[in-house]
Each structure stands twice: as structure tokens, then as C-alpha cells.
């Protein structure tokens, strides 16, 4: 085993060696004979290593026997293969690959004389159009038979994907399709946007236009439309991409690598036309630097093939066979009664050791201190079954966070609200604060929380574990649109399409009440912890705002600010002077005694009893039974849409 480890060591090593200085070279493939023992002790036998550099791969390393023919001419598909790997790319029938596994199917398609998808039958690379469609099937433990979909692959050997009226009409096809068969459209998108030709002009963009109505209208119908950015995006295919995916009411997710850029025109455009640039297209419409921290991009992959796991990880949450209604049920061996308490917290800015720690009584009465809230989500949800997290890179939209987990192995969406104080990034703006504060929306997590609740309506239910104090309303989040994006919360609430479960696990709050009350949805379940607190404003703002002539009143009806008003007029000047000061000290400390005993009574009288009383909250759960009830509460919501969707079909 250590020869054997030794030895992989040996080639990673050849292997990041060579990387750099092959790197632009045009280096297709570099061969080494060697001679390598199978096992200690074995005798060598003659090897050839061949190292490559795949796009959408990286480096790998293929054993084979050396070779004794002659190098074979390369045929058509080879070299289409070859060609793309030389511009960074990938050929579209490679992505299919990687798409299907080993029990996958892909059926290709091409346009019929009406202009309808009807399957070929033809040797791959065959294509005419600088896209291939078809649909794609990969199965799974919940869908044995195959995730259907249908596919649309960019080629970058024809113009670099540029699109004109037959690239266009294969999109609307295949939307088309889509539609028809309820399934879902996965686009590895790779364009250098509208043809530019001396032949051809304004009728690319004509068409152009005709697929970008067609995106429209299909998503606005439910459609779902996953991207996964496989290249340099120009022009049209990110304005399509955003229609797909970016907008409030899309459900599709976008997913970029290190080798992907959206950018609406190139680097050498902006430059030759005096516009501002980057030093390349990925600082013009990269993830790192734009379309990850502005929330468009959706997950990173570090290559192709990881971007592909996570397009399949998202349909292990969000696939619906057609003629069902949610995604299926997976298999769990987690628990269903398992009590969250017992699951660790370590987290540098809590003092928690325990989930149980957050809603004990002895150690957080009062549900103030700071946790970490991934922490809470990820206790709840089963331990069996991978967690995508979306918009994990959205920057100024840390205090949202976005689960795609199952629960008693139902997919669910998972939201939480981060409860711990989380320093911002760069220059602070003087208008807002220093600090995202816990239990708060911002502007951009407003935002996140409400596409989050938009993906998952007419899908999966919606979990929400919620520690909310309302909305920063500072002038900067005002100005960056606070009350657009808040309201859109409770549009999306409202609008939600699907089983709605709220638990209050610490305190709620503010203009939260507003965006998620109970009442907007009839499908909606509103739960507490025992030990929280729900109010229309917390005790403190309540007793130093509302209360405050309250306040005044028990401040001068106490005793020890007569006695020391009356000693004021006693005495010499001298004395007078010193307890004036004292008076001073004495009027603070009581404001702060009174302000402290009308915020406890305020919250003595707005307890979580009295929200169950007056219908806020709907039950009130001790913190053992959180992982049970949210399940139990879900099976009665996926009951209640199944039944609500039987008896709208039924005449």
C-alpha cells in the first residue's frame, strides 16, 4: 500500500509539473512508457501513462499497454473533439457523457419540416445547428426508470455557438417540448451570441427576440429552465440565461466554473469601442468577481463534471415526474423522532455546545445570545441525505440562508435566518451599519429569501426556522430597495404554491409578522418552541419608544429620586453641586431599572402563550419534538395539496 501511495504521489506530482509549462501549448497528450509492478514484489511489466488536460475535467492520467500500431488518422468526431479542447471547451456529446453515467440515456433530436423535435437517428457529431438537443435520462434510487429531461447543448465548433434562426428555432422546439411533456430543460449554454456575417443581420436578432418570448412565456407558466455555463456567454445567451433563471418568478438554478463568464459584450469589443473592461472576460462576467457575489449564479462547480453532480443533486430535490405533484419521498434511516438537541454547536462566536443549549431555559432565557443557524438547519434535517446550499456566494445576503435537504426524506427547501452577528466586507457606507445584525433581513437577504420561496412554490414544501426580529430599516437598506424586496416576501408567501411550515425557534418579531403571518396562505402552519417570544416589537424598543412616558411615570414615583430632590435643597453650595451630580447619576440608573421592568412586563404579557391564544402561532412544541412535528407538519401539508389538487380535477 505505501509503494502504491508513493507511487500516486509520484505522478500527481509529474502531473502538476507539466500542467504550467504545457499550458496554451497545444499539447494534446503527453505519453510516458514506463515499466510498473502490480504488487510488491510482481514482476514490472511495460506501461504507457498518458496524461491530458480535459476541459470541464482537469488532468487525468490513463494506464494502458504501450501501443504497437501505427497513430490512426483521426476521424471527424475525434476531431471535433480535439478542436474544441483546443479553444477551452468541451464538445456537446462529452457533456452527455458525463449527464448519463453508465445507465443513462440520450435520445438525440433535430427539427422536423414543421419545426417540431422528433428523435434521429445518427452518429454523434452529426449536428447541423450550433446546438444539440435531445433528451436526456439518468436514473436515480428515487426514480429508477430515468430523470427525464430535455437537453440543450451548446457546440463550439460551429462559429463558437453563435445562434441564428436554426440555433433559435431548436430552442423554441425544445421549450416546446418541454411544455408538452412536463419535464425540465437543462441548457449547457456556450454562445458568442448572434451570428455576424456579411449575409445575415438584423434577422439573427429577429429570432433571437422569438426565443427569448418563448423563455418568458415558459417560465412564467411554471416552466423550469436549469443553465449550467459551460464557456465565454456573449450577448443573447446571457440575457436568455437571465430570463431562465435570474428573474423572481423562475425556479431554475445556474451553475458556473473557473471557465465560464456572462458578459454582454467581449473584453476586445469594450476595448476597441472605448467602453471599461476587465483584464479578461471572467473579471468582466466571472463567478468570483460579479456573478457569484450579485446572486445571478447560483452554485460553483470547479469543473464540468462537478457542475454536472450538482445539477443532479438538484434533481434529487426538485425532479417531478410528470403527473405527480411533488418530488418523491427518498428512503431515510434517520430517525423521524430523533431529538435535535444532542447534535453538536461549535461555532467561535457562540458560547452553545449543543442545538439543546440555544433553547434551554438555564442558559438562554431570555433567546437573545447568538448561534449559528446552519448549524439548527442541518440538525433538523436528515443526516442521510446530501444538502445543496443556493446563493451560498451572494454577497450583503449573509443573514438568509437557502437548504435544498430532505426531512423524513420529503425534499423540502429549508430557510433560516441567521442568529449571530456577521461583520461586512469592504468599505461601510455612513448611512448603514457596521454590522449584519442577527435575526435581521437586509436588502439583498430579503431578496434571497424571496427567490428562495419563489423556486420552491408548485414544487417541494417550504421549511422555514425562523429567529427574525424584522427588517433593517436604516437609510442604506432603504435605498438599496428594502421595501421592494420585503414586499416581495410576502407576495411570494402569498402566492406559494404548496405546504408553508414557520417555526418560531427563538423570536419573532417586526414587519416579519406582516410578510409571513399565517394568514396569507391557507396552507400554511405557524409553530413556537416553548420558551420563545413573538410580539409585534421586542420588550426593549417597545419600553423605550411606545412605553416611554411609562417609564417617566415609575422613575418619579420612586422613592429614591424624591429623597434625592428633596436633599438637593439642603445644604451649601458646594454640597447642592455634588448631589446634583448624583441626581444626575441616580435619574440614569433608574431610567435604566424602569426601562428594563416595563420591557420584562411587556414581554411577560406578549409571551408565545399569548400568540397561540389569539391564533399567531397555531401550537407551541417542546425543542425534543422539533425534528418529529416539522416532519409529521409537512406530511399533513403534502396531504392537504394532494387532496386540494384531486378536487380541483375532479368535474
Known sequence: MASDRRALEELSGFASALAPVTAGAGVEEIMVLARLADEPGAEPRDVALLFSNRPGAGIGVTVTEPPTEPVAPLDEYTQKVRRSRARGTVYPYEIVRLLIGADGTFAEHDLDETGRLVPVDRPPGRNRAGIVAGLVSTPSASHPGGMVRVGLFGDPTKSLGSVAEPECAMVIAALDLAEEMRVPVEWFALSSGAKISMDSGTENMDWV???????????????????????????????????ATMLMHTKGILIMTPDSAMVLTGKHSLDYSGGVSAEDNFGIGGYDRVMGPNGQAQYWAP???????????????????????????????DPHDRDVRNYPHVHPDSEFTTVGDIFSDELNRERKKPFDIRTVMHA??????????????????????????????????????????????????????????????FPMSSKKTARAINAASGNRPLVVLANLSGFDGSPESLRKMQLEYGAEIGRAIVGFDG??????????????????????????????????????????????????????????????????????????????????VELADLRSTLHSEKLGDVAKEFERIHDIDRALAVGSVHAIIPARELRPYLIGAVERGVSRAVSNASAAVTP
Open 303 to 333: 469543473n464540468l463534471t462537478a457542475a454536472c453532480g450538482t445539477l443532479l443533486a438538484h434533481y434529487e430535490h426538485a425532479y417531478v415526474v410528470p403527473g405527480e405533484r411533488f418530488p418523491r419521498r427518498a428512503n431515510s434511516s
Open 209 to 243: 427576440a422569438r426565443a427569448l418570448r418563448r423563455l418568458i412565456t415558459f417560465t412564467e407558466a411554471g416552466g423550469e429552465v436549469n443553465v449550467v455555463v459551460a464557456g465565454i456567454n456573449v450577448g443573447a445567451q446571457p440575457y436568455w440565461n437571465a430570463e
Open 380 to 441: 433538523v434535517v436528515d443526516q442521510d441525505h446530501a444538502v445543496l446550499e443556493r446563493w451560498a456566494g451572494m454577497a450583503d445576503a449573509d443573514t438568509a440562508i437557502v437548504l435544498d435537504a430532505h426531512l423524513g426524506g420529503y425534499p423540502v427547501t429549508v430557510l433560516g435566518i441567521e442568529s449571530r452577528p456577521i461583520p461586512r466586507r469592504g468599505a461601510l457606507p455612513a448611512d448603514g451599519p457596521d454590522r449584519w445584525s442577527a435575526g435581521t433581513l
Open 499 to 580: 405546504p408553508i411550515v414557520f417555526c418560531v425557534i427563538s423570536r419573532y418579531h417586526g414587519g416579519a409578522f406582516v410578510v409571513f403571518y399565517g394568514v396569507l396562505n391557507d396552507n400554511m402552519e405557524i409553530i413556537a418552541l416553548e420558551g420563545s417570544f413573538a410580539s409585534v416589537i421586542g420588550g426593549a424598543p417597545a419600553a423605550a419608544v411606545v412605553f416611554s412616558r411609562d417609564v417617566v411615570t415609575r422613575m418619579s414615583e420612586d422613592p429614591r429620586l424624591g429623597a434625592m430632590e428633596a436633599a438637593l435643597a439642603e445644604g451649601d453650595e458646594v454640597k447642592r453641586a455634588k448631589r446634583r
